[in-house]
């Protein structure tokens, strides 16, 4: 069965081309800083928004046109499969990605959700098998239900709390199965409301028991899996606990799975914390912590998760420039969590979209290059930091100073003379590399 039928798979056509269904700038072979575009960049589908997401929003009915849909859930199930491998092969895409939800109805009962999992991954594991198209990463859908409308792990139900576990011993069974690359966490309303009626304490020490868990059964099954955390400051939560990188890593330290986990960063996430993606992503770095990508972005006039298909530039460049920097993102990946907008309902905006993210990550990567080959960002660093190279700077960083000695030297060397930094011209300069 197609369900493109008009559709070829796409190729590399270069910026001349007036093939609206071609890229101009992904060109999966071409080797930069000797590797291909294919293994830098890693780019994923995301089955929910791209296979499920119906065009609706608070204020509109469904829109989108699919061809998939039929009155039969499980029906619908397996010609999702059938369209998200197509998608995939005609994108020339490698990995994929999921939530439970979204492959398979829940059903009645928890019994025939996961009968019914078991059924649709036998279908995407053939499909697997005859592409070699690779499982990115899947997560456990726990904030859609309105059994958790108190949380997951974090709900005051402990009747949740064990459905949760559930779920998760599933999903770990099926990264296995599939040969998942990575396993992904994210508490959709992992969070309070009010803490007039909130016990802090025992929700985070809850959700660290399930990750506890989930790393103990990955252990036990022989599944060697990269466990990933996913932070969201709010929406659906008012305050949701994996608010950014910097306390999703705060978490992890003090529960000690940090060496277990790393972070799955989305750009539209780190700009409701008030980041920007490269700050969210360097942070990650820092602690060695780095996994995968969400590419998306959001919009700057509107407050909420808009999930718009990333054509930022800039945006983009500084994000691979961290990612180059960090020596790669496997296994980790960049996987598209973005949806179509409401006025795109066509099904082959499914395809101009993905093009154009790709494209846009694409020239991302170029851009990150030239500035690494420059030393760019790197020159300026060292020339704003020179004065730690040398004399009382340089001791200082290697620890050979004390309040008292440095109290001594300033009283000696109290003019203190600073240099402008010119950041206006060090940002036009920058925009020299995006064009």
């Known amino acids: 069965m197609e369900f493109f039928p008009n559709i ?46 119906d065009g609706s929003d608070p204020f509109g009915a469904p829109v ?11 029906e619908t199930a397996k010609n999702r499969v059938e369209a998200g491998f197509e998608i995939l092969q005609k994108l020339n895409m490698e990995y994929f990605c999921f939530h439970d939800v979204d492959i398979a109805p829940e059903g009645d009962s928890l019994a025939e959700f996961l009968d019914n999992l078991d059924i649709i991954t036998d279908l995407i594991k053939e499909k697997m098998a005859q592409t070699g198209i690779k499982l990115l990463w899947n997560t456990a859908n726990m904030f859609t239900n309105p ?18 576990a559930a779920q998760v011993k599933k999903g770990l069974e099926l990264s296995k199965k599939l040969g998942g690359q990575n396993y992904v966490f994210w508490g959709g309303r992992e969070g309070y409301e009010s803490l007039l009626n909130t016990d802090m304490m025992l929700e985070q020490d809850n959700i660290a028991r399930l990750f506890q868990m989930a790393v103990d059964y990955a252990k036990e099954i022989g599944h060697q899996v990269q466990f990933l955390i996913e932070p969201k400051p709010m929406e659906p939560s008012k305050h949701q606990y994996d608010y950014d990188a910097a306390t999703a890593m705060a978490f992890l330290q003090k529960y000690n799975l940090q060496d277990s986990f790393k972070l799955n960063l989305e750009a539209n996430h780190a700009t409701l914390a008030g980041h920007t993606f490269e700050h969210e992503i360097y942070v990650a770095r820092c602690y060695d912590a780095l996994g995968s990508l969400d590419a998306n972005q959001g919009d700057v006039l509107l407050g909420w998760d808009t999930d718009e298909f990333p054509t930022n530039i800039y945006d983009t460049t500084l ?11 496997a296994p980790g990946g960049i996987n598209f969590d973005a949806k ?16 154009a993210g790709m494209d846009t990550f694409a020239r991302g ?49 109290d003019q203190i003379t600073n240099t402008s930094d010119h950041i206006e011209l060090f940002k036009s300069k920058l925009n020299d590399y995006l064009v």
């Open 365 to 413: 990567l170029k851009a990150a290059a030239k500035l690494k080959e420059d030393r760019f960002f790197e020159k300026e660093i060292e020339r704003r930091y020179a004065s730690y190279q040398t004399g009382i700077g340089q001791s200082i960083v290697a620890g050979k100073e004390t309040l008292s000695s440095l109290a001594a030297y300033a009283m000696k060397n």
């Open 147 to 164: 059994r958790f409308v108190y949380g997951a792990a974090s709900s005051s139900n402990a009747d949740v709390f064990a459905y949760s």
């Open 64 to 74: 989108n046109q699919r061809t998939w849909l039929t009155d039969d859930p499980m």
């Open 319 to 329: 994000a691979m420039y961290q990612v180059l920097e960090n020596g790669g993102i």
């Open 8 to 53: 070829s798979t796409i190729k590399f056509e270069g910026t001349e081309t007036e093939n609206a269904f071609a890229f101009r700038h992904y060109n999966p072979e071409e080797i930069i800083l000797g590797k291909s575009m294919k293994e830098h960049l890693r780019f994923g589908m995301a089955w929910w928004h791209t296979l499920t997401q």
């Open 340 to 355: 179509v907008r409401r006025s795109s309902f066509a099904m082959e905006d499914l395809f101009l979209a993905h093009i």
